[in-house]
């Protein structure tokens, strides 16, 4: 079974800045889709950004040009820098990876709240 583990949540500012990190107990991430989520109080999931295993990167489009997703495969982590906040980005953001291709998994952190507000 394998860890995952995100950090880096935290209250913040509107305008302000975030780095998320999601870190798995052993060495995945490169043979991972790695995605980010959030939910809001009340809300649905939503997806808001993804890496795959060859570098490519997809976002939501709430939070295109201001959030990047990034890979560490050595540190077995992925981060996702998060800028220019707004209060509609407060939520739970939790980090998935999947594997697709045999033999295949799907792990989930804990999750780790953003709060932007005065």
């Known amino acids: 079974q394998v860890q995952v583990e995100e950090s880096g949540g935290g209250l913040v500012q509107p305008g302000g800045s975030l780095r998320l990190s999601c870190t798995a107990s052993?060495?995945?991430?490169?043979?991972?889709?790695v995605a980010w989520y959030r939910q809001a109080p009340g809300e649905q999931p939503e997806f808001v950004a993804l890496?795959?295993?060859?570098?490519?990167?997809n976002y939501a489009d709430s939070v295109k040009g201001r959030f990047t997703i990034s890979g560490d495969n050595a540190r077995n982590t992925v981060h996702l820098q998060m800028n220019s906040l707004k209060p509609e980005d407060t939520a739970v953001y939790y980090c998935n990876l999947k594997k697709f291709t045999l033999p295949t998994y799907d792990y989930w952190g804990q999750g780790t709240q953003v709060t932007v507000s005065w």
């Open positions: 890496l795959a295993p060859r570098g490519t990167t």
């Open positions: 052993r060495s995945i991430i490169s043979t991972s889709v």
